[in-house]
């Protein structure tokens, strides 16, 4: 009898140790759980969506390596674009696990400018040439052949690939007779 109690005891034990270390590391893996690849390593389950999307501590991730096809260009000359914003700690993690930078497509009705330069010998001296309104992520625009520079207003201020302002920002892309040119505006608040 004293042998069959000894033998639940230590049964009994063994269960509540496993128990305590499995509890343990799920803990620490739902706490580092903050991006689609953690996410998934952790085995919760994927949505079958595109982009994939995987749920975990109340928050849904989207994978960031899959993007939805874009539509080829309904234009012969000129300008493919779309505006992304980029914000958070952009700043180089220690912990590559715990990165808070997110870019993402800017899908907020937004006015983007183009422009191009009146002298080719001031280039500071630029005049309007296309005003698009209520831009929501992506466009396209008929244009001559030349070179450009392209803008997004946000907060009152004109964005390319930097920070806000419209001084070192040239955001230059040019058209080429019979060519559709790609370009992706970025406007950045995050912390670098």
Do not use: H
């Not at 759980?33 to 989207?62: D, H, L, R, V, W």
């Not at 244009?143 to 419209?166: D, R």
């Amino acid at each position: 009898m004293v042998g069959l109690l000894v033998i639940i005891a230590v049964v009994g034990m063994v269960g509540f140790i496993g128990w305590y270390i499995w509890r343990q590391s799920n803990e620490k893996s739902v706490s580092t759980i903050n991006s689609f690849e953690s996410c998934a390593a952790a085995g919760n389950p994927i949505m079958e969506s595109y982009p994939e999307q995987c749920s975990a501590n109340g928050k849904t991730f989207t994978n960031p390596k899959q993007t939805a096809p874009k539509p080829p260009a309904t234009i012969s000359q000129g300008v493919m674009a779309s505006i992304a914003i980029r914000k958070g700690d952009c700043i180089p993690p220690v912990d590559p696990d715990n990165n808070n930078c997110i870019v993402e497509t800017y899908t907020t009705p937004s006015k983007v400018i183009i422009k191009k330069s009146v002298d080719t010998n001031d280039k500071e001296n630029k005049q309007v040439v296309k005003e698009i309104e209520n831009v929501k992520g992506e466009f396209e625009v008929e244009l001559p052949v030349g070179a450009y520079n392209m803008y997004v207003v946000y907060e009152g201020k004109e964005y390319c690939n930097s920070f806000g302002g419209q001084k070192g920002e040239d955001c230059e892309f040019s058209v080429e007779p019979g060519k559709v040119t790609k370009y992706t505006l970025q406007i950045n608040t995050a912390t670098d």
